[in-house]
């Protein structure tokens, strides 16, 4: 079993660093594919041991190897949290529901940074991402339409009424949709009222009332 854990840690810690990176160059507005990834201060093209999640963090001391630039911490903590929530995800979660949590987290950890960076989403990452979810979730979707269908629809119509009169942005919009779906009806209220809760905090804690700021805080 603890080869099972370590292996599902290094792919959380993977998938940690890829993100990372994806929501970067969404911030730099650049390809995930091209150029190869670099060093913010001296863009020298960075070698593979230096890319390996945690480790590379390591090896460096924290450090750019070529220009001795400080690496920020932020992408090496996703990695490490990825990681762990892998691990624990194992430990809570039924076997049938492990796949799609290990990827739901994933999902919006991604969109998180994303809108960290920018106050914006990449829509590819917004709509691909959520409507592979769906399918994992097909039978799930269907019994939660089933059981709460003109709430949700009712809620739908509300969310992109705010959404037209600009009251609301269009990804949360659509992420909220897909989390009534995903989730459920009850499950996405708590979500919401937990999303408020960070934001206030995050607001008090910043004590910048001017600024716009990510609604999710997950
Ligand atoms: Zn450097």
Same mark, same amino acid.
């Given at each position: 079993?603890?080869?099972?854990?370590?292996?599902?840690?290094?792919?959380?810690?993977?998938?940690?660093?890829?993100?990372?990176?994806?929501?970067?160059?969404?911030?730099?507005?650049?390809?995930?594919?091209?150029?190869?990834?670099?060093?913010?201060?001296?863009?020298?093209?960075?070698?593979?041991?230096?890319?390996?999640?945690?480790?590379?963090?390591?090896?460096?001391?924290?450090?750019?190897?070529?220009?001795?630039?400080?690496?920020?911490?932020?992408?090496?903590?996703?990695?490490?949290?990825?990681?762990?929530?892998?691990?624990?995800?194992? =430990?809570?979660?039924?076997?049938?529901? $492990?796949? !799609?949590?290990?990827? +739901? #987290? *994933?999902? &919006?950890?991604?969109?998180? @940074?994303?809108?960290?960076?920018?106050?914006?989403?990449?829509?590819?990452?917004?709509?691909?991402?959520?409507?592979?979810?769906?399918?994992?979730?097909?039978?799930?979707?269907?019994?939660?339409?089933?059981?709460?269908?003109?709430?949700?629809?009712?809620?739908?119509?509300?969310?992109?009424?705010?959404?037209?009169?600009?009251?609301?942005?269009?990804?949360?919009?659509?992420? =909220?949709?897909?989390?009534?779906?995903? $989730?459920? !009806?009850?499950?996405? +209220? #708590? *979500?919401? &009222?937990?999303?408020?809760? @960070?934001?206030?905090?995050?607001?008090?804690?910043?004590?910048?009332?001017?600024?716009?700021?990510?609604?999710?805080?997950?």
């Amino acid at each position: 079993m603890i080869y099972i854990f370590f292996l599902l840690f290094i792919l959380g810690t993977c998938l940690g660093s890829f993100i990372s990176c994806v929501a970067y160059r969404y911030k730099l507005g650049i390809s995930i594919i091209y150029p190869r990834s670099f060093c913010d201060n001296c863009s020298q093209t960075l070698q593979h041991w230096q890319l390996i999640p945690i480790i590379g963090f390591i090896l460096q001391k924290g450090k750019c190897h070529f220009c001795k630039q400080k690496i920020p911490l932020s992408s090496t903590v996703i990695e490490l949290a990825i990681g762990v929530i892998f691990i624990f995800n194992t =430990i809570i979660i039924a076997n049938t529901n $492990l796949i !799609f949590t290990s990827l +739901l #987290v *994933v999902w &919006l950890t991604l969109i998180s @940074l994303e809108d960290y960076y920018t106050l914006s989403v990449d829509s590819i990452t917004l709509e691909y991402g959520g409507l592979i979810l769906l399918i994992f979730r097909f039978h799930t979707v269907i019994t939660n339409l089933k059981a709460n269908f003109l709430i949700i629809i009712l809620f739908i119509i509300i969310l992109i009424s705010c959404n037209l009169l600009n009251k609301f942005g269009t990804a949360d919009t659509i992420l =909220i949709v897909f989390s009534f779906l995903l $989730l459920g !009806f009850y499950n996405t +209220l #708590v *979500v919401i &009222l937990l999303s408020c809760i @960070l934001g206030i905090i995050s607001y008090l804690i910043k004590r910048d009332f001017s600024a716009s700021h990510p609604l999710f805080h997950i």
